[in-house]
């Protein structure tokens, strides 16, 4: 039953019963001890009050006695009786309130109430349910004192927390429901608070977020939920950018298998039509010796081809296995440069390098030297004679630029595919083989360096920037 029971009713069930619990328990114990506790309070202050008196009373003359054991009668409420040197002094306050001294021969003084009345030596004090009884003896043995005072005020004190207890024990009750009900419904509230923000979650809402309003241990754990589900949140994004860049490199290795079969497939084509028709000896096909070189001309490119299909296969194994070094941008342009001036001066093209302002770059270098390489034989095989290539850094930028018809806007989106090549650059022994640019957009994209490609307008020609830090 209680197992089934949600958490609010279950927490008030709890804690009425034990507040409840305690009520009981501590209204019998006041009802049980209070006259135990009571009674053994007020014997031990007759005790040390009647053990004063005596202390007095030995020092006292014997004109002061009679009126020392009324005194200590009346103020201890009780009847006193002391036998010394031959006389007996009584007061009994529990009767009529006479005090009177009795000598040896039986004489009595009667100093107040009336005459007759009885010594406390009588039955009464026997009866120990309804009177405390005391009886000591002093000044070696010489003097014997009894006094015995009533129970009455225990009872009536008794009674009286008998009538009173229902009504303290009902107002406890009724404090406990209000309290069981407040403190059910303070220490749930979060929890419930808790557990409908986790159904949030599980939905995987983005908004969703647990108030943290106090430092206990309810704070302490919506402040893990929140910073759970973040992560959670995260790692799923995470996640998800991961599978759409596996799939986008899918779409592209899917792509690039297309278009290099379709590539492969052109020379392979042309030495097979060749060759068989050098074999039949059809037309000029007959001339072995100027189509043999074609042949020849054709399987060299179809190698060049297939190396550059298989080192950009192993681009990200290449960057796995580089470790990044640093390096200034001079030293690295100096260096790649070096080949590309001889080719452009060759050709009648100026090429301007201005490294000031050089800075250290960290990045696994073979790999970074080659998609610059690739950029500044782009920039070689497509500017004409008397042309400029100019090499500059620009803040933490290495910008190439060079003068050449500007790709227009609706094919700068292809350049980076493998195997384009513009229109104006169609002819194979000059446009390449369309995949400089693709494996500069690989290796870039695998060292996480952002780059743009733009054309400008004066002089006109083409901009490539890395974009370094």
Known sequence: MIKRMKLFPKTFVFTLSLLLLVIVVSHLLIYFLLPVVYNAQQQRILEQETEAFIERFSSVTEEARLEAVGEFALNSKADVAVQYEG????????????????????????????????????????????????????????????????????DNAVGVIVIILPFTAAICIILSILFSLYYSRTITRPIKRISALTEEMRELQPDVHFEITTQDEIGVLGANINSLYSVL??????????????????????????????ELKTPVSAVSTMLENMLLGVGKYKDHEIYLVKCKEQIDRLGDLIKEILDTSKLEVFSLEEEPQTITI?????????????????????????????????????????????????????????????????EKNLVIENECIPIPQGHLEYVFEPFYRPEYARDRNTGGNGFGLYITKSILKLLDIDYSFTPVSSPPGMRFTFKLI
């Open 87 to 154: 006389y007996t002094y009584q007061f009994e306050s529990l009767n009529s309130g006479q005090l009177q001294a009795v000598d040896s021969d039986g004489e009595v003084t009667v100093i107040t109430g009336d005459e007759g009345t009885h010594i406390i030596m009588n039955e009464k004090g026997k009866d120990s349910e309804s009177y405390f009884y005391i009886q000591r003896t002093f000044d070696n043995n010489k003097g014997i004192i009894e006094v015995i005072i009533s129970r009455q005020q225990i």
């Open 233 to 262: 949140l995260q790692s799923i994004h995470d996640l998800e950018n991961e599978i759409h860049k596996v799939e986008e490199n899918e779409a592209l290795k899917t792509d690039f298998l297309r278009a290099a079969s379709h």
């Open 330 to 394: 001079a030293a690295m342009i100096d260096n790649i440069a070096e080949p590309y001036q001889l080719i452009a001066k060759a050709k009648g093209i100026n090429m301007d390098i201005d490294t000031s302002g050089s800075f250290g770059v960290a990045f696994p270098v073979c790999l970074l030297e080659r998609a610059i390489s690739n950029v500044i034989s782009n920039a070689v095989a497509y500017t004409e004679k008397g042309k400029s290539i100019l090499i500059y850094l620009e």
